[in-house]
């Protein structure tokens, strides 16, 4: 499967991207991934044209300027930023105990990668919202499930552009 690149936008954007946790990274790449169309569409944006290294699976964007993580509204960051700060507190023990799981062992099945903190990030988002990928996809241990019902009890959001064209979630 391609790899997803957020366009985390101008440098001042992106330096503040990168101090976030590697968690809320992924929790943010996941929301981008599963609701860029939307937003393009609600933006009057171009979807960008994906352009894809069959041997390396390299995925490049062409031309089109989708919404990125610039376009997130303050208060929609700090949303997040808080939904992510409260979810690891609350499940440090399992966070921990799921990165320790080894690829290929009974718990751990299905999975090619550990599950490091950015994956984890990216499956909060996923199982919060419904999307269809669970923390239980890569294997059936007892931390994963405890991570997907706790996951299920954040409420879902969905994200949308006001009309200051920033991104927001309800």
């Avoid at 944006?45 to 041997?55: E, G, I, K, L, T």
């Amino acid at each position: 499967m391609p790899q997803f690149m957020l366009d985390t936008g101008d440098q001042e954007s992106t330096r503040r991207f990168e101090t976030l946790d590697s968690f809320t990274q992924g929790y943010i790449e996941a929301l981008f991934f599963t609701d860029q169309e939307q937003l393009c569409e609600e933006s009057g944006r171009d979807m960008p044209a994906v352009a894809v290294n069959r041997d390396t699976m390299e995925t490049r964007f062409i031309g089109g300027d989708s919404p990125g993580f610039g376009d997130l509204a303050a208060k929609t960051l700090e949303k997040i930023i808080a939904d992510c700060k409260s979810f690891q507190e609350r499940n440090a023990a399992f966070i921990e105990a799921a990165s320790e799981l080894e690829p290929g062992s009974e718990g751990l099945r299905y999975a090619r990668e550990a599950l490091d903190d950015r994956r984890l990030g990216q499956l909060f988002w996923y199982a919060r919202n419904g999307h269809g990928v669970a923390f239980t996809d890569d294997g059936d241990s007892v931390i994963l499930k405890a991570l997907q019902v706790r996951a299920q009890g954040f409420r879902q959001v969905d994200s949308g552009m006001g009309d200051d064209g920033k991104i927001y979630l309800d």
